[in-house]
């Protein structure tokens, strides 16, 4: 008797370290191919960097065709891009005045609720 449950724990056991194994073996198949998808991302990355760059530089290529073509000079670029600076911050500050302004709306909105709510309960 003793010797059959020795025999049944060993087979248990030498099926468990079989079992473990194949843990092992899947456990470093998805540690290799987790270490590929990163070195993947990181070209893709890298090739990213690299063709932002090359879109920046197009398109610098066009402005400066542009400006060419037009015959436009430095003083009028430099009147053109403050022009826009100023632009860009007046609709800033619109925008941020209207935010405010719905803030301000809701602010009273909730407080007008709040006092119907407590007059309904007296």
Do not use: P, Y
């Amino acid at each position: 008797m003793r010797w059959e449950a020795a025999g049944k724990i060993e087979l248990e056991i030498n099926a468990l370290l079989g079992h473990g194994r194949r843990k092992d073996v899947t456990k470093e198949r998805i540690e290799k191919e987790l270490s590929k998808v990163r070195e993947q991302i990181t070209e893709l990355q890298e090739k990213q960097k690299d063709l932002e760059s090359q879109l920046q530089m197009a398109e610098d290529a066009e402005k400066m065709k542009f400006i060419e073509k037009n015959k436009i000079s430095l003083d009028r670029l430099i009147l053109l891009n403050k022009v826009s600076e100023e632009e860009i911050l007046s609709l800033l500050q619109k925008k941020e005045q209207e935010e405010q302004s719905k803030q301000t709306q809701q602010t009273e909105r909730e407080a007008a609720s709040h006092e119907q709510k407590n007059e309904d309960k007296l």
